[in-house]
């Protein structure tokens, strides 16, 4: 079993910057996809940022190109967010998800979800 729990979220003004954590336990270092999710209410939810466990290859969404950064810390088997540039349309509750296996993009079909954290930009 994997527990995912997020902490970080905040309010920020546009232009700011937030770094969103997630820290996973269970038994999941063996090729696990990783990643943030967020949602807005009445839409989808949508990916934003992808690390595999094994390798580090990560993927971003475009919303997030060139502004996120997500990394791992395999030692505290914590995910990160770094979010950048912040903008109000980035005003989401993220989630961090996991499944086992690959492929691993921002469009994966997560297994485990953590329970969300809030991210709200002003302008």
């Known amino acids: 079993q994997v527990r995912l729990v997020e902490s970080g979220g905040g309010s920020v003004q546009a232009g700011g910057s937030l770094r969103l954590s997630c820290v996973a336990t269970?038994?999941?270092?063996?090729?696990?996809?990783m990643g943030w999710f967020r949602q807005v209410p009445g839409k989808e939810r949508e990916g934003v940022a992808t690390i595999y466990s094994v390798g580090g290859h990560t993927s971003y969404a475009d919303s997030g190109k060139g502004r996120f950064t997500i990394t791992l810390d395999a030692a505290k088997g914590t995910i990160y967010l770094q979010m950048n540039s912040l903008k109000p349309e980035d005003t989401a509750m993220y989630y961090c998800?996991?499944?086992?296996?690959?492929?691993?993009?921002?469009?994966?079909?997560?297994?485990?979800w953590g329970q969300g954290t809030q991210v709200t930009v002003s302008s």
């Open positions: 269970g038994n999941f270092y063996r090729g696990s996809c």
């Open positions: 998800a996991l499944k086992f296996g690959g492929p691993c993009d921002p469009g994966y079909q997560p297994e485990y």
